[in-house]
């Protein structure tokens, strides 16, 4: 069955770097895109943008340009999201989300992970 | 803000229907998507492409879209499916970039 396994919590200061993987199984990682969406506490979900997973061409979303990185380890079937200059309202849970065949649509979720950004 | 509107909370009775709107000008050219998030956990797809459901979803679950606004149905509600619904579509600029509704905290009690 498809599972997307995400990286623990962490915990860092403003400034800071931070990565978090997302290893898939189940199926041809190559064969499907991962999306990455965040949800800071208390809030909606935020579509960050998504990767293609046999380019490693990645999208970004208005307002995660820049300090957000997505990357691919296609020998590991690992998704990467990395943020540089960790600012305390980055402090989120961040989800990968295979990108399903239907207009790239989230199918099949990670568990998140959760980062705090706090002095 | 979000391009995509939903009410803030809906509010049923057990076994009777709850009805959770999302609006948007993406819909009425792009497919919804539904998503239950229950507390604490990852979110959850229930419905596809307006109203296809996925293999675990229950029969009481559907979907509709018209014009610029989709409806997420559930029929019979349960106190199991409490939680928060977000819509999600596409831009119809046709670079595929996704989008969330606000989210709609559903209460059966």
């Known amino acids: 069955q498809v599972q997307l396994v995400q990286s623990g919590s962490e915990l860092k200061k403003p400034g800071a770097s931070v990565k978090v993987s997302c290893k898939a199984s189940g199926y041809t990682f190559t064969n499907y895109a991962m999306n990455w969406v965040r949800q800071a506490p208390g809030q909606g979900l935020d579509w960050m943008g998504w990767?293609?997973?046999?380019?490693?061409?990645?999208t970004y979303a208005q307002g995660f340009t820049g300090r957000f990185v997505f990357s691919l380890d296609t020998s590991v079937s690992t998704a990467y999201l990395q943020i540089s200059s960790l600012k305390a309202d980055d402090t989120a849970v961040y989800y990968c989300a295979r990108r399903g065949y239907s207009y790239g649509a989230p199918d099949y979720w990670g568990q998140g992970t959760l980062v705090t950004v706090s002095s | 803000s979000y391009e995509l509107t939903q009410p803030p909370s809906v509010s049923v009775s057990p076994g009777q229907t709850a009805r959770i709107t999302c609006s948007g000008d993406?819909?009425?050219?792009?497919?919804a998507y539904w998503y239950q998030q229950k507390s604490g956990q990852a979110p959850v797809r229930v419905i596809y492409e307006d109203n296809k459901r996925p293999s675990g979803t229950p029969e009481r679950f559907s979907g509709s879209r018209s014009g610029t606004m989709a409806t997420l149905i559930i029929s019979g509600a349960q106190v199991d499916d409490e939680g928060d619904y977000y819509c999600y579509s596409v831009a119809s600029t046709g670079d595929r970039r996704g989008m969330f509704g606000g989210g709609t905290k559903l209460t059966v009690l």
């Open positions: 990767i293609n997973t046999n380019t490693g061409n990645p």
């Open positions: 993406a819909l009425t050219k792009k497919y």
